[in-house]
C-alpha cells in the first residue's frame, strides 16, 4: 500500500485555493485528495470531516490575515493610516473570493462561522488602542470615547459583513469592506468632528 507524503499543511493549502475558484460548499473531499494523489483514507487521516477541513481552511486564512495586520496596528503611523491599512488588507483577502462564499459558510458551517465571528470581534477589540491612541495624538475625534467607537465600528462590520446584506446590496464582501473604510476614516478624522459642529 502507498503511503501518501501529503502533509495536512499541504491539504489545507489546496483546498484554501480550491474555495477561492468553487467556495466552500462545492468543495468535495473527493477532489481534493484526487488531486493531491491520495486516496480518501489518507484524507480522512488528517481530517475528520469536511468540516474539519473547511474549519482549517478558515482558521489559517483568518490567522495568516491577522499576523499581517498586527504590524501594522503595532507599529508607528497615523492611527487613521494604521485603521485604512488594516481595511485594504482584509478586503484585499477577499478579492478573489466567491461571492457565495461567506452564504456558504454560514448555513453549511455555522460552527465554523460562529467561531471566525468570535475571532473577528476579539480581533476588532485591538482596533481600540489605535484609536486610542489616536485620540491622544489628535488624529480622531474625541467627541465619543475609543470603545464607543471601537462598538459601533464591530456593529458596522458584523452588519455589512453579513451575507444576507452582501446578498441584498449586491456587493463583494471585498467591495463592502472598501466602502467601510472610506466611510469610517473619513467620518472618524479630527477634522471631521470639527466640521460637524
Known amino acids: 500500500m502507498?503511503?501518501?507524503k501529503v502533509s495536512k499543511a499541504q491539504i489545507i493549502d489546496h483546498a484554501r485555493r480550491e474555495v477561492l475558484t468553487h467556495g466552500f460548499h462545492a468543495v468535495r473531499v473527493e477532489d481534493?485528495?484526487?488531486?493531491?494523489?491520495?486516496?480518501?483514507?489518507t484524507f480522512y487521516q488528517h481530517f475528520e470531516n469536511k468540516e474539519a477541513l473547511v474549519r482549517a481552511v478558515a482558521v489559517t486564512t483568518m490567522s495568516a490575515m491577522f499576523s499581517e495586520i498586527d504590524p501594522v496596528l503595532q507599529g508607528d503611523g497615523h492611527a487613521l493610516r494604521k485603521i485604512s491599512a488594516l481595511i485594504e488588507s482584509v478586503a484585499r483577502r477577499f478579492?478573489?473570493?466567491p461571492a457565495s462564499a461567506p452564504a456558504d459558510l454560514q448555513r453549511h458551517y455555522p460552527a465554523v462561522w460562529g467561531e471566525l465571528m468570535a475571532n473577528r470581534r476579539a480581533f476588532l477589540q485591538r482596533y481600540a488602542k489605535v484609536l486610542a491612541a489616536g485620540q491622544r495624538r489628535g488624529e480622531v475625534r474625541r467627541d465619543f470615547s475609543?470603545?464607543?467607537l471601537t462598538a459601533m465600528v464591530v456593529a458596522i462590520v458584523e452588519a455589512i459583513g453579513n451575507p444576507s446584506f452582501l446578498q441584498q446590496s449586491k456587493l463583494e464582501l471585498s467591495d463592502a469592506l472598501r466602502?467601510?473604510?472610506a466611510l469610517l476614516v473619513g467620518g472618524l478624522s479630527a477634522r471631521a468632528q470639527e466640521e460637524t459642529r
Open 2 to 4: 502507498r503511503v501518501s
Open 32 to 41: 481534493i485528495a484526487a488531486a493531491l494523489g491520495m486516496s480518501k483514507k
Open 95 to 97: 478579492d478573489h473570493l
Open 146 to 148: 475609543a470603545q464607543a
Open 179 to 181: 466602502l467601510i473604510r
